[in-house]
């Protein structure tokens, strides 16, 4: 059955470019996935629920004080190391970075659920929190695949079973700028959905980077991109760095995160990123 599964897992990750996995990374910098699991109407109701939660928080502050103290106390609680970060929650940066963006998991959805029983009476947060559930699901396996075809399938080992996924909902206004690329402090980092595509530049890792090196991937309008984050350079995995530029108008985009289980990352100093400025 396994070998089953394996050739089915070689074969998604292998049929656009015939190449194995670590190697598509290393030269492209990302995999396209056809298989995008989600109709485009499954996000198009996420952001319409993302839209509500934000609205219902910029107006009732004490609300976004509560959820705040919820994720303070929830990254001292020992689900924190199952993910090995503390972004978690609301950040609404319209005024600093004209962005706003949430940051789910599932065990942070229980917490909220089981300690603070009153979100869920609040149909804007809880209808959000169940979009979110909903629509971030299916991930899991592709996350597990591709550590799977790797050969790393011990990065996601722990009590739980699966791999620890990070579900990022973003909402970009009109006044957004892009300044640098950045990489990712994760194992995968799965681009699932965005209402501009050509938006997402991105370069395979270097030496060194010029502004040329970066690029917008053509890709089918139902694929998902998956590229590595700064969590695997121990297995000579390295990061795709990327940047989102700016269109002038509202943009959407949901991005899932593996992270990695009681991990703690070493610091390496990864190739500087050149300023963007066009
Ligand atoms: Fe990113």
Same mark, same amino acid.
């Given at each position: ?81 199952? #993910? ?6 609301? #950040?609404?940066? !319209?005024?600093?970075? !004209? ?5 789910? *998991? ?6 909220? /659920?089981?300690?603070? =029983? ?6 804007? &947060? ?18 597990? $695949? ?7 399938? $011990? &990065?996601?080992? *722990? $009590? ?47 030496? /060194? ?26 297995? !000579?995995?390295?990061?795709? =760095?990327?940047?989102?530029?700016? /269109? ?16 703690? !990352?070493?610091?390496? $100093? ?9």
């Amino acid at each position: 059955m396994w070998v089953f599964w394996l050739n089915v897992l070689f074969l998604v990750f292998t049929s656009l470019h015939g190449l194995p996995l670590a190697e598509q990374f290393q030269k492209a910098g990302y995999v396209e996935i056809s298989d995008r699991k989600q109709e485009a109407a499954a996000f198009d109701f996420l952001y319409a629920r993302f839209d509500e939660f934000i609205e219902f928080l910029q107006a009732n502050r004490a609300w976004a004080r509560k959820l705040y103290n919820a994720k303070e106390r929830f990254i001292r609680s020992k689900e924190q190391n199952y #993910y090995s970060t503390d972004f978690f929650g609301f #950040y609404d940066e !319209s005024d600093r970075r !004209s962005q706003i963006s949430f940051y789910y *998991s599932i065990h942070f959805h229980e917490f909220i /659920s089981s300690r603070y =029983p009153e979100f869920n009476q609040v149909p804007a &947060i809880s209808r959000f929190l169940e979009a979110c559930l909903e629509v971030h699901r299916p991930y899991g396996n592709v996350f597990d $695949e591709a550590a799977a075809e790797l050969g790393l399938r $011990e &990065i996601f080992s *722990s $009590e739980y079973g699966r791999p620890p996924i990070l579900f990022k909902v973003i909402k970009y206004f009109p006044s957004y700028t892009a300044t640098r690329p950045h990489y990712d402090g994760t194992a995968f980092s799965l681009f699932l959905d965005s209402t501009d595509d050509q938006s997402l530049h991105l370069s395979s890792y270097k030496a /060194s980077f010029t502004l040329d090196d970066f690029y917008s991937p053509e890709r089918d309008k139902c694929s998902i991109l998956l590229i590595p984050g700064t969590l695997l350079t121990e297995f !000579s995995i390295y990061p795709t =760095p990327h940047i989102v530029l700016q /269109s002038g108008e509202t943009r959407y985009a949901t991005i899932a995160f593996a992270m990695r289980p009681n991990f703690t !990352s070493p610091k390496i $100093e990864f190739s500087p990123l050149p300023h963007f400025s066009r």
